[in-house]
């Protein structure tokens, strides 16, 4: 590649405004409603042509098969076409995922629901393919981390398929479909409670922080910067990885981290001896086997510590067969100190220690080992690294940017739903002029969580949004099919639980306790069932809703209305 490609290329955008691309889509997308508007109402211009864009919370598979079945309806009832954003998290983005890989999905909608419904429900991503593919993101970039991991052991265990398709690629292949944002959150910023900078955005055309106003081609997102020109490319990443990105956390961080280390045994170590043998290595050689023992006894301890549990006969085994490994390589000095179950944050610091000096000393003394993606996996663990990119605003100097996004080499990205489980920063900047916003909440536990919390965020930040009252418990208990809320200066709000006494009747608890967000995937005919019910809250409300797409606005007083 020359020098002036790759500067181009790389170009970092500081700016307020809405990528050139995008701009030319949502012009030509409003040119396509206009025509249908005008068959509702003969005296209508292109005035009324609302910008409305669709939200999809979080829910891991719940969230996936209850956006598939509302956007289902949402075709048959002929309201899709008005939508100009699709936006989703987490497990949102798994559904945006499959149906972005055909090109103009939203014209052939039934059939590819059916292709979906039956990959859902169908026998999954085979072991060797999920390691090979494990091994290549390993092998092809710089930077390693659970979120690997995750793509490639929990995601695929749902999606049911490996996608290498890539955002940048789809760029011209939907011109009759919503405009597809990502969105994920800076973990830094989290941690340092900055609500502005933290929210994250991806699209086929950018990359970059919503509200910040700082943006990279997305082809170029997690390759190596300087000063705000890129001096090393990486490998665009793929939709199994914006997947998992997009969804790496939707627990909390001790059941994830016990998750992640069961699934490392149960993936991991029945296909040793195999893969030992394919690579030309006898499995019963000493130290290959005591390897592996060393390997299995840590992430049974991790395993132990996690559950409270003794794990001191996984010590001693360690220990011993560390020492037998040894022979004359110099001995692992361990962590100083005693575990201490009681104390679950100081047992966790302990462990986070012994495994990455565990992990480090196989790694510095036996090369013989060839797994050594398979000890970064426990280093990451060990480390929590999520997400890990280059950070394309690395030294440079630009006084409108943030000094926290300027530091450090590299950012680590996740789940937005550990913030808020819905998408509405992404969709809430000023330069997309968003008039209405259809919320499709699939959140477990309080159906109005996601819209309080955002209006409280929006409140801190000054940004447009509609009051939000308190609701009543029984309310969220019970809640309805749908809710309005309008503001002066503020987009309309409309926010429909996925589960509610519209659809649900008197079972809603019933219904919330069978598709969890945790649970093994659902059968085709759970599939089937979660989709008619999401359905249901479209079909029900199909008037109410197209009521609000296509007419302007009625006058608004200074008090929020909520109906």
């Not at 609500?195 to 055309?205: A, H, L």
């Not at 690294?385 to 950012?411: C, Q, S, V």
């Not at 079972?507 to 969890?516: A, H, L, V």
Request: proline share 5%.
């Amino acid at each position: 590649m020359s020098a002036s490609k790759l500067q181009k290329s790389s170009e970092v955008r500081i700016k307020h405004s809405l990528n050139k691309d995008e701009e030319d889509f949502v012009v030509n997308r409003r040119k396509s409603v206009f025509p249908t508007l005008g068959n509702l109402e003969a005296h209508c211009n292109q005035d009324v042509v609302k910008n409305i864009a669709l939200l999809g919370s979080g829910g891991g598979q719940r969230a996936m098969v209850g956006l598939l079945g509302s956007l289902v309806q949402l075709g048959e009832a002929g309201l899709l076409k008005y939508i100009i954003y699709l936006s989703g998290v987490s497990g949102s983005t798994w559904c945006m995922a499959s149906l972005y890989q055909e090109p103009d999905w939203s014209t052939k909608l039934e059939v590819l629901k059916d292709k979906i419904i039956e990959r859902l429900s169908g026998p999954g991503v085979s072991w060797e393919d999920a390691l090979a593919k494990l091994k290549k993101y390993y092998y092809e970039k710089d930077i390693f981390s659970l979120t690997d991991v995750w793509a490639t052991i929990v995601v695929t265990t749902y999606v049911k398929e490996i996608n290498e398709c890539i955002l940048s690629d789809q760029r011209d292949q939907h011109s009759k479909d919503p405009f597809p944002i990502y969105t994920a959150i800076d973990k830094q910023c989290k941690q340092c409670k900055d609500e502005k900078d933290v929210w994250f955005e991806i699209s086929p055309y950018e990359a970059g922080y919503s509200l910040t106003g700082a943006f990279v081609g997305t082809s170029s997102f997690g390759s190596q910067f300087e000063k705000g020109s890129m001096i090393k490319q990486q490998p665009e990443m793929d939709m199994l990885y914006l997947q998992a990105l997009c969804s790496s956390t939707f627990a909390d961080e001790e059941e994830i981290c016990k998750f992640i280390w069961q699934k490392i045994q149960d993936f991991f170590f029945p296909q040793i001896k195999t893969i030992l043998e394919e690579m030309g290595k006898d499995p019963n050689d000493p130290p290959a086997e005591k390897c592996c023992q060393v390997l299995m006894d840590l992430v049974d301890k991790n395993l132990s510590v996690l559950n409270g549990k003794d794990p001191s006969a996984y010590d001693r085994s360690i220990r011993k067969t560390l020492k037998e490994l040894a022979e004359g390589k110099g001995q692992l000095i361990f962590p100083v100190g005693k575990l201490d179950l009681a104390d679950k944050e100081a047992a966790k610091q302990y462990m986070k220690q012994y495994t990455t000096d565990v992990c480090n000393y196989l790694s510095s003394c036996f090369s013989f080992w060839p797994f050594d993606d398979c000890i970064s996996i426990y280093t990451c663990i060990a480390q929590w690294i999520w997400g890990r990119k280059y950070n394309f605003f690395h030294n440079m100097t630009d006084e409108t940017m943030p000094d926290a996004l300027l530091e450090g080499e590299t950012r680590d990205y996740e789940d937005a739903a550990l913030l808020l489980n819905s998408p509405y920063f992404s969709v809430l900047r000023d330069e997309r002029d968003i008039d209405l916003i259809i919320s499709l909440d699939f959140s477990e536990g309080d159906p109005f969580m996601t819209l309080t919390q955002t209006a409280e965020m929006c409140k801190k930040q000054k940004i447009h949004f509609p009051d939000v009252p308190v609701f009543p418990d029984e309310e969220k208990k019970n809640p309805k099919d749908l809710y309005v809320f309008t503001g002066q200066n503020a987009p309309t709000v409309i926010h429909m639980p996925l589960f509610n006494v519209a659809n649900c009747g008197d079972d809603i608890e019933t219904w919330s306790n069978k598709y969890r967000t945790f649970q093994d995937p659902y059968s085709a005919e759970m599939i089937t069932e979660l989709m008619e019910v999401a359905g249901k809250n479209i079909s029900n409300n199909r008037e109410k809703l197209l009521e609000h797409m296509w007419r302007k606005n009625p006058p608004v007083s200074n008090t929020t209305k909520h109906t």
